[in-house]
């Protein structure tokens, strides 16, 4: 994958004073040590002939690796190790006080020897952190977690039976399990999925039952693990792109829900486009818009949209009909 200026910058402010510390080590073992490859290193030991607080030769970085073994000098003014920022310790601590809330977790006193370390280190970061409560979701069994995470390790498919609110029905089905999650305090189970043919994520307050199976719970070899970091619902290229028009009232829409492009136009409207594999979500939501929001395209949802709308007010006057005699 293609590395990022930002990505790299971070490396090489953390190797300089990791090699300085190390002088003369073995250049494969550094980059093995670093998690990176011989030739990555020697491309960032190039790197840093051009690197110092000035221009003449005296006032840059000096890196030598001929012989197999690297030394670096002249590297005294970024020598010191990187040091936790106040808000990075609180962020950190604050994470580490997340993970120690998680249920079923084991490593617990692993947890609490860091927290103890870094309140001894940073002071006033840890009275901050120690005001900041940590709530993980609740609703889900400290078992069910432990269950799903329990299959994770051990390579066991799972059986599940799944509630889908927008369908109002329960679905029974077997998933190769590949990781246990948390988003915004809601606890996923990500699997290969035998019923769909293809990986799925599941909230585990809608798992009602989960049995890991004594069979092989590896999933696929073209299995991928979605990209969460926009959340758990993850749009995919092959979905059904559809396009809305959404009145001012009704804007919030794009905000909430990931979408393909957003363009607002002279009277405050937007014509929004997303991708979406189940298209019952997005009917009902648009019913209960009320007219804010109305389908473009493609035509088959906008005629579904038309056709429940006209289903519901029929039955609505069917039974305002039947509780007045008429």
Not at 80 to 104: H, I, N, Q
Not at 125 to 142: D, L, N, P, Q
Request: aromatic share 6%; proline share 5%; with cysteine.
């Amino acid at each position: 994958m293609p590395e990022s200026a930002t990505d790299r910058l971070a490396r090489l402010l953390t190797m300089v004073p990791w090699l300085v510390a190390r002088q003369g080590i073995d250049l494969a073992l550094a980059a093995e040590e670093l998690g990176i490859t011989v030739e990555q290193l020697e491309t960032d030991l190039r790197l840093l002939y051009l690197c110092g607080y000035g221009q003449m030769p005296d006032e840059l970085i000096d890196a030598q690796w001929e012989g197999g073994r690297v030394f670096v000098t002249n590297a005294d003014t970024i020598a010191r190790p990187l040091r936790l920022g106040r808000d990075e310790a609180l962020t950190l601590m604050v994470g580490l006080r997340a993970l120690a809330s998680v249920p079923g977790l084991g490593e617990r006193d692993a947890i609490e020897r860091a927290m103890a370390k870094l309140e001894q280190a940073t002071g006033a970061s840890a009275e901050a952190a120690a005001r900041v409560e940590v709530a993980i979701s609740e609703g889900v069994e400290a078992d069910l977690l432990a269950d799903a995470r329990r299959a994770v390790e051990g390579h066991r498919r799972v059986h599940l039976r799944y509630l889908v609110p927008s369908r109002d029905e329960a679905t029974e089905r077997d998933v190769d399990p590949m990781r246990v999650v948390n988003l915004d305090s809601r606890w996923y189970l990500e699997g290969w999925c035998h019923l769909a043919q293809d990986t799925r994520t599941f909230r585990m307050d809608r798992i009602a039952r989960l049995d890991v199976l004594d069979v092989d719970g590896t999933p696929p070899a073209d299995a991928q693990l979605r990209d969460l970091d926009a959340g758990a619902f993850t749009p995919r290229p092959d979905d059904t792109l559809v396009t809305l028009r959404l009145t001012p009232g009704a804007t919030w829409v794009s905000d909430y829900y990931p979408t393909e492009s957003v363009q607002t136009q002279q009277d405050g409207s937007q014509i929004v486009t997303l991708r979406t594999a189940d298209t019952l979500w997005l009917r009902r939501l648009l019913w209960r818009l009320g007219g804010h929001g109305t389908v473009v395209s493609p035509p088959e949802v906008a005629q579904a949209v038309s056709e429940g709308a006209q289903a519901a007010l029929a039955a609505y006057a069917a039974d305002t009909t039947a509780s007045t005699g008429g």
